[in-house]
Nanobody, 122 residues
């Protein structure tokens, strides 16, 4: 059974940067980063589906997803952070038999990391 373990996150001032990591027990070409702010629904931030990447409008130009296949690790580099980026961030993977048709939609995913807090505040 696939397991996802996250690391990274923390607190940063507006305009700062953070990198999140998500190590999977087995390699998968279909993964995503999601976030959930207090009182809000979980939303997709960026996803990778095979060789393609998908970014939410809020992430375009500031966030970058990458994958180290040798380490089975997915990264989310977040630059120019804003207060509205404050949330718990999760990595996720779909069922092994399924390719997400809507990569930024949480219901497409089955396995989730434990979540990591990102706080952007002055």
């Amino acid at each position: 059974q696939l397991r996802l373990v996250q690391s990274g996150g923390g607190s940063v001032q507006p305009g700062g940067s953070l990198r999140l990591s998500c190590t999977s027990s087995t390699f998968t070409r279909y993964m995503g980063w999601f976030r959930q702010a207090p009182g809000k629904e979980r939303e997709g931030v960026v996803a990778i589906r095979g060789g393609d990447t998908y970014y939410a409008d809020s992430a375009k130009g500031r966030f970058t997803i990458s994958q180290d296949t040798a380490k089975n690790t997915l990264y989310l580099q977040m630059n120019s952070l804003k207060s509205e980026d404050t949330a718990v961030y999760y990595c996720a993977a779909p069922p092994s038999t399924r390719i997400p048709m809507n990569p930024l939609q949480p219901p497409e995913y089955l396995t989730w990391g434990q979540g990591t807090q990102v706080t952007v505040s002055s």
